[in-house]
């Protein structure tokens, strides 16, 4: 793949598609050269390539998927999935170990985590796996390429930008965790949050410190379930309360998509349906199909 008045991402990305190890890697770096291949007559031969090497290696990826299997540690990824990353010494650990309510290796040495560790929180019914991978630059470029949402660990402002070096072929949501926030005082808090946002006007961050407690800890759990395009639907028994565990469908899924989902086959045997919550217009409201569901729905149904 010729790489001539190409842009520096192009370039950037063909190298590493030539030093990748594994096809979703391969994958990732391919969109970028896509995005990047201009689109005039002289360059359709090579976006012609380039679309027809991506088919084949998407191809291959889905049937990896069979295996479940995500990164190159062989993860089985959950339905929604944090991997948190970042350098060195910016607290990673400390927040998956608080988060999971696991324990793993804390130290001020660098380089502690040597593989990925991975790990679950429950937030309001819902199940959200959380992996924590090696710092950058060892991080796993599988998971961060490929995870639902990547929780970037900073404590330096500078970090914010150095960090696209090792994120940019990543797909996923991003949330930079501004940690160790006690180390500062007010007017410097306020001071950081004004050049944040003057600076990085999208920018999706959250301020944390492990001496806030529960409270600090519950809104980064709400941030990063925020991020997810998904909502929870909780199911229900005639004459009985909802169940507490959620069930997790993709934002606008109908209440079919809901029921075939518990079992395949079963929207084929509803022969009456009820709907409690924010997709109902009061409670208790007969449906079809085809409705709509929204997030803390509660469903109620009955077989033929």
Known sequence: MASTNQSPFYQRAEEE???????????????????????????????????????????????????????????????VQVVLSGFTNAGKTTIFNLLTGLDSKVSVHPFTTHKSRLGVFRYEGALVQVVDTMSFPNHDKSLVNSTDTLGIVVDDFSQIENSEEYTYRSNAKKIF??????????????????????????????????????????????????????????????????SEEAM?????????????????????????????????????????????????DIIEFQTK
């Open 17 to 79: 598609f030539h030093k990748a190890n594994n096809d979703r890697d391969r994958i990732a770096c391919l969109e970028i050269m896509i995005k990047e291949c201009p689109k005039h007559k002289s360059s359709e031969n090579m976006l012609k390539n380039l679309t027809l090497r991506l088919k084949k290696l998407k191809g291959n990826v889905v049937k990896q998927k069979k295996a479940g299997k995500s990164g190159a540690q062989g993860i089985k990824k959950a339905e």
């Open 248 to 296: 997790l469908l993709k934002e606008g899924s109908t209440f079919k998509v809901a029921v075939e989902k518990i079992l395949k086959g079963m929207s084929l045997k509803i022969k009456k349906a009820r709907v409690w919550g924010p997709s109902s217009k009061f409670g208790g409201q007969i449906i079809g199909l085809s409705h709509i569901l929204k997030d803390k």
């Open 177 to 242: 965790i501004f940690n160790k926030i006690d180390l500062l005082n007010p007017f410097e808090i306020r001071k950081l949050e004004a050049k944040l946002k003057s600076k990085y006007r999208k920018l999706d961050f959250i301020f944390f410190s492990e001496k806030t407690g529960k409270t600090g800890l519950e809104e980064l759990k709400e941030k990063i379930f925020g991020s997810f395009s998904i909502i929870r639907i909780y199911t229900k028994e005639p004459k009985k309360t909802a």
